[in-house]
């Protein structure tokens, strides 16, 4: 587990993608209970002027998340989480999906062991989120 | 229709309790692809201090979704539910939710603006549990397209 005394600022976490296939957002839909067509039926998603069905923005919030509990083993670390969703992630209909990269760094250290962590979080080359920030309290 | 800015500030009332469950904490890990041991193992959350297993950082959507329904249904706003989408998400967290909690929300409307011709409302849901403990507050932003070009 990262103590705090590991960290600087310019820490770099794991670099982690997250494949994402159609099935995937089925699975999220039923498990958080979101069931926007538009995250599993292309003709709706199509219809009100998206490029095909996208993943839900919770389901890459999620998976960002994942990238900083995985870096610090505890989840309860994070104590603070925000993120703006830029640009939605296309998820065509194929075996493979998209996948989801997300890369962090430590911005700033604070006190009582926090840190600051800014991640960037793609899909198919281009950022889908914006301001994406976690603080984070190491042991 | 621009959204009605007088729901600035309404506070709806506490939703029903929400008991969180082992089984529904392992599916919302299962959906993240997350395997953990502290979402499934009693054992694992105990290692790590926690008195159960304890749920990811966004479980708490399951809950505030629905218990911002009777805002996003209320007619007197005149949100087009078609036009929305997530512009904003922020939670921060007081504790981890956790097995066995009973969890009620209140939901309050923040802020409601426009920027470049689409509608924006904020807001904030405390979540707390029977003793009245908080245990962690989201924020959401909805952002209502504006009518588009026609074609």
């Known amino acids: 587990m990262i103590s705090y005394d590991d960290v600087t600022v310019g820490t770099e976490l794991p670099a982690r993608s997250f494949p994402v296939t159609r099935a995937d957002l089925v699975r999220y839909a039923g498990a958080s209970g979101d069931f926007n067509p538009i995250h599993w039926n292309q003709r709706v998603a199509t219809t009100v002027g998206l490029p095909d069905v996208i993943a839900h923005g919770m389901l890459t919030m999620g998976l960002a998340a994942r990238a900083v509990t995985d870096w610090t083993g505890d989840p309860a670390a994070l104590r ?53 920030r976690a603080t984070v309290r190491l042991a | 229709m621009p959204l009605d800015s007088s729901f600035v500030g309404r506070s709806y009332p506490p939703t029903p309790p929400y008991e969180v469950g082992r089984e529904k ?52 706003l005149g949100l087009d539910f078609s036009r929305v989408v997530h512009g904003d998400q922020r939670f921060e967290y007081h504790r981890p939710v956790r097995a066995g909690d009973r969890l009620s929300c209140v939901v309050t409307v923040e802020k409601i603006r426009s920027m470049a011709g689409n509608d924006m409302i904020t807001t904030r849901t405390e979540l707390a549990d029977e003793s009245g403990e908080q245990v962690a507050t989201a924020w959401s932003t909805l952002v209502v397209r504006g009518p588009e070009e026609p074609a």
């Open chain 1, 80 to 132: 603070d989480f925000t993120v703006r969703f830029a640009r939605p992630v296309v998820v065509p209909d194929t075996d493979e999906g998209t996948s989801v990269e997300v890369t962090g760094v430590v911005k700033r250290t604070l006190d009582d062991h926090q840190v600051l962590v800014d991640l960037t979080v793609s899909a198919a080359g281009t950022k889908v989120l914006g301001q994406a």
């Open chain 2, 25 to 76: 904490i392992r599916e919302f890990a299962a959906a993240l692809g997350d395997d953990n041991p502290v979402y499934r193992d009693p054992a694992a959350a105990r290692a790590l201090g926690h008195p159960d297993v304890i749920a990811p950082p966004t479980f708490p959507i399951v809950l505030t979704l629905p218990a911002s329904a009777a805002l996003i249904d209320d007619p007197e």
